[in-house]
């Protein structure tokens, strides 16, 4: 491996062994600020690079826990200070010659699952497992961060071979699609050529390579509050209104909404929590649950029919309702030119051995709303899937087999800037 390979090995371990889940990237977000300014990136953070507003999933008291972990962990209260609460950054560099500007995402989050403690997981091996129970990098974004990290020291010093701008971005909570969305509406990516992002696995083997078309599903995630009236069951029931009562009639209901003849859709409703004790009529109620579609109508269809019934349910039942947006995703909408560019790039990488298109209707990515930004300001968007062999995503054994899979991924993003921005082209 060379050298930017060994460091990228090195910051996915890093990584990986301190996970931080969405929106509370602190100390991650502190290394990769420090890392891009020292190699001569200027870096956006906090407010610069999330719109409050649009932010979506964002649990406050995680934040500050997280904010006092990173202080005791060592980060300076000048960096938290620019975060202003708000993980994430934008590192830009520019060659100061004409040319294209390129961004690039990178995800920063983990998974909130506990890191299998087995012999045989490599990270327990070589001694990287996460040191945080119930979190761990089981999505790769470890992995992806480092090969920012890794791109971003390759292009300062291959900067005078260059033209254009770069601007790598530096994704929070991508998990629960919360993240890309805020981001976007920070107008961070606006004014960019191109847009490229990349994830590890998927349905991708070792030494294949994906490289997507159009794709994901669109999707809208809903937390649903409702709150009744309490009163004793036993004494004064008719005083009572029960939320309860009513998250259980719209539940049921929700799941109820038909399908839709112009593509595929999901609904699912993955936690209710309800009630105060037996003899007391249920004054709060609150349920988690998320629709998906094939296309933007059809998410759109969904979320409408899903807020009609749970607002008409309120009504019905005499309580209030109060509905939030906890994430959000579009469907992934890639350029000919930027598949055009992936396929040669990763074709041009002797350890890969198959290069395909293709589509995918299954599960959901969150850079589709930094693209719809990107593409509705006339720039272009791909996205690639570089493979490894990993026994599914999300799991405690998941693994990527850094030391060969992020080299590929590294070279193929390299590769991406040469396309786009060599002086000799
Ligand atoms: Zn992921």
């Not at 107008?187 to 994830?199: E, Q």
């Not at 560019?341 to 930094?370: H, N, Q, W, Y």
């Amino acid at each position: 491996m060379n050298l930017y390979e060994n460091e990228i090995v090195e910051w996915r371990r890093r990584f990986h062994r301190v996970p931080e889940e969405g929106w509370t990237e602190f100390e991650t977000t502190a290394a990769v600020i420090e890392r891009l300014e020292s190699l001569g990136f200027a870096v956006k953070t906090g407010t610069d690079v999330i719109n409050p507003e649009a932010v979506m999933g964002r649990n406050p008291t995680l934040v500050k826990e997280a904010e006092d972990r990173a202080r005791r962990a060592g980060v300076p209260e000048t960096v938290l200070r620019r975060m202003a609460g708000f993980t994430g950054c934008a590192g830009e560099i520019d060659t100061g010659r004409p040319g294209k500007t390129v961004g690039f995402r990178f995800e920063l989050d983990c998974v909130v699952t506990g890191e299998s403690d087995s012999p045989d997981h490599p990270p327990v091996r070589e001694g990287f497992a996460s040191i945080r129970p119930g979190l761990m990098h089981a999505c790769g974004h470890d992995g992806h961060a480092a090969v920012g990290l890794g791109l971003a020291h390759w292009i300062a010093d291959h900067l005078d071979e260059l033209q254009g701008r770069f601007v790598l971005l530096f994704q929070p909570a991508e998990e629960g699609v919360r993240g890309a969305g805020a981001m976007a509406a920070s107008g961070i990516a606006d004014g960019l050529d191109y847009l490229f992002a990349a994830h590890a696995g998927c349905e991708f083997g070792p030494g294949e390579v994906g490289v997507l078309t159009h794709g994901f599903l669109a999707t809208t995630k809903l937390d649903v509050y409702y709150e009744g009236i309490p009163a004793h069951a036993g004494s004064d029931p008719e005083k009572g209104r029960s939320a309860l009562a009513a998250a259980c009639q719209a539940v049921t209901s929700v799941l109820g909404i038909p399908r839709h003849s112009e593509g595929a859709s999901r609904i699912a409703v993955g936690r209710l929590v309800a009630g105060e004790g037996r003899n007391v009529v249920p004054a709060h109620a609150f349920f988690q649950m998320e629709v998906r579609g094939a296309t933007q109508a059809v998410n759109d269809f969904m979320t409408a029919e899903a807020v009609r019934i749970i607002e008409g349910m309120a009504t019905v039942y005499g309580i209030r309702c109060r509905i939030e947006k906890a994430g959000e995703a579009a469907v992934f909408e890639c350029d000919e030119e930027c598949v055009l560019i992936l396929e040669k790039a990763a074709r041009s990488m002797p350890a890969v051995s198959s290069v395909r298109r293709f589509t995918t209707e299954r599960g959901s990515e969150d850079c589709s709303m930094l693209a719809r930004r990107v593409r509705s300001k006339g720039g272009k968007a791909g996205y690639f899937c570089f493979g490894c062999r990993h026994c599914g995503h999300h799991r405690p054994d998941f693994d990527i087999q850094d030391t060969v899979s992020l080299p590929e991924a590294f070279g193929i993003f390299v590769r991406i800037v040469q396309l786009t921005s060599s002086r000799a082209v």
